[in-house]
Each structure stands twice: as C-alpha cells, then as structure tokens.
C-alpha cells in the first residue's frame, strides 16, 4: 500500500538560508499535518491543510509557510534558517471526513543546519 | 487546546515483565487516542488505538484502557521483549473540532534481555 512519502530524507543547509520539504499524502487522504520533532522531544504540531485549504496553525514561526497543492502534495518551506531549526520534520495525512481515522507519518526529513 | 501529560518519561523492565504508560488528556471533547511507538531516527508508527465509545481494546501483547470520566488512558504491554524497546508516544484528538493529534511526551521503553 501506498504510504505517505517525504523529500528529501536528509538535508544540510547553512544559516540564513533556505529550505523546501516536500510531502505526498496518500492518495485520497483529505488532511496533510506537519510536525517537528528534535532531538529526544514530541513531535510538534505546526501546520496542517483539510483539502488543500490551510487548517490549522501549530508552533510554526513566521519564517516558515506551507501550501498544499492540486495534486495535494505540500511543500513546507523554511527561510532565515536557524541552528535550532535542526530536526525531523514529519509529515502526516489521514482521511478526516471519516471519523477517528489514524494519522499515516512519512519517513521524515532530518534537517541539518550549519 | 489539547494538553496531553504522559509518563513515566523513562522505563526500564526486564524482558518477560509487564510494561504501563500512562496518559491523561485536558479537552473532554477529546474521542480518539492513538499510541504510536518510534524507534531511533524512524517515524512514529501507530500501534493501537482506541475510540470514545469503548473502554479497552486489546491486541495480542498490547492493551490500552480509556476512563473518559478521569480523561485517562493507559498503554499495557505484556511479556516484553527487548524489540519492544522503543520511545511510545500517546495522542488525542477531537474529530468533531480539533482533529489534529496533540501528543505526549513520550515514553523511554527499555526492555533488558
């Protein structure tokens, strides 16, 4: 089966500069999700997307902006890169309009930056 | 929003024990909790689940128990084996509002052979 699937899986960026993650839900999957994880911590909730319209707002600083697509793929986009910024950054969709559905998670993409 | 406490953060069995992982949720309006299990450098992956309506739900060597009236639930893992070690992670969500996962903090599993 299909699954939810990220890219790149790992990324090495300078400070300042900037970075586009990209994520493809599973097909028919109405809610993409974004979540950032450091080290030894919880995922947390940034943004989220219900059928290509913008959801649901997390910890996401202004830096970062996210869009979701036609062809539902989303992109994440990460500008003014920080050291902190340095972590997993997962993405995660589910089919909200039927209730209580899991939340499927990508492989991730661990972001370094220098 | 959804706050989710868990704990312990870190527990240390022996292999053959029984393993418990305690959460509590804020929002009453809260209906779905998932436990998800991630190991190092990997995604987390869902490994049970239980909905409102229902009070247990077992699956082989995992169960997890809801009391919806003290907003908690916990995660029981029987005979562990050293695969079990892993950090577990609980969530709620709310598909009637909020139906983001708000997770907890995880849980440090280690399951000594």
């Known amino acids: 089966a299909a699954g939810v699937i990220q890219s790149p899986r790992h990324l090495i960026k300078e400070k300042r500069e900037t970075a586009t993650l990209k994520c493809y839900p599973i097909?028919?999957?109405?809610?993409v999700y974004w979540y950032q994880q450091g080290p030894g911590q919880d995922p947390q909730f940034l943004i989220s997307?219900?059928?290509?319209?913008?959801?649901d707002k997390g910890s996401i600083p202004d830096r970062f902006s996210a869009q979701q697509f036609s062809d539902y793929h989303s992109e994440l986009n990460m500008s003014s890169l920080e050291l902190g910024d340095s972590a997993l950054y997962f993405c995660?969709?589910?089919?909200?309009?039927?209730?209580?559905?899991?939340?499927?998670f990508g492989q991730g993409t661990r972001l370094t930056v220098v | 929003g959804e706050n989710v406490e868990q704990h312990p953060s870190t527990l240390s069995v022996q292999e053959g024990d029984s393993a418990v992982i305690k959460c509590t949720y804020s929002d009453s309006a809260s209906n779905y909790f998932p436990w998800y299990k991630q190991e190092l450098g990997k995604r987390p992956q869902l490994i049970i689940d239980?909905?409102?309506?229902?009070g247990e739900k077992k699956d082989q060597r995992i169960a997890v128990t809801l009391n919806k009236t003290a907003k908690h639930f916990s995660l029981h893992i029987t005979e562990t084996q050293p695969e079990d070690s892993a950090v577990y992670f609980c969530a709620a969500s709310n598909s009637g509002g909020s139906y983001i996962p708000t997770f907890g903090r995880g849980t440090s599993l280690i399951v000594h052979p």
């Open positions: 997307f219900y059928e290509k319209m913008q959801s």
């Open positions: 097909p028919r999957h109405d809610t």
């Open positions: 239980i909905r409102s309506n229902v």
């Open positions: 995660a969709s589910s089919l909200v309009s039927v209730a209580n559905t899991e939340a499927f």
